[in-house]
């Protein structure tokens, strides 16, 4: 079992950038897959971005694609969400999440993640 802790987020205005961070622990780090995903409301829970153990390949959704990035410090066992030319409609809680397997590639599914961090509140104003 992995723990996972978020930090960042928050209110900003459209066209601002913000960037989350998830540490994790419990595990070694390095060999899982991570991603991020939000939930809007009234909407299903939905992967924004995925990156594989390596960190050698990556996944984004089409509506963030070009303006978030994802990435990793396996040293510091942690996984960012850079978040560039936020528009209102980015506006969610997001969730950092963790593969329950050891997997070549990015998982796509929210059932390939086992374990999930307590999310944090993205607000976009326009």
């Known amino acids: 079992q992995v723990q996972l802790v978020q930090s960042g987020g928050g209110l900003v205005q459209a066209g601002d950038s913000l960037r989350l961070s998830c540490a994790a622990s419990?595990?070694?780090?390095?060999?899982?897959?991570m991603g991020w995903f939000r939930r809007a409301p009234g909407k299903e829970r939905e992967l924004v971005a995925g990156?594989?153990?390596?960190?050698?390949?990556?996944y984004y959704a089409s509506s963030v694609q070009g303006r978030f990035t994802i990435s990793r410090d396996n040293a510091k066992n942690t996984v960012y969400l850079q978040m560039n030319s936020l528009k209102p409609e980015d506006t969610a809680v997001y969730y950092c999440?963790?593969?329950?397997?050891?997997?070549?590639?990015?998982?796509?599914?929210?059932?390939?993640?086992?374990?999930w961090g307590q999310g944090t509140q993205v607000t976009v104003s326009s």
């Open positions: 419990g595990r070694t780090f390095s060999s899982y897959a």
């Open positions: 999440a963790a593969d329950h397997v050891v997997r070549v590639g990015v998982p796509l599914g929210v059932v390939d993640f086992g374990s």
């Open positions: 990156i594989s153990r390596s960190g050698d390949n990556a």
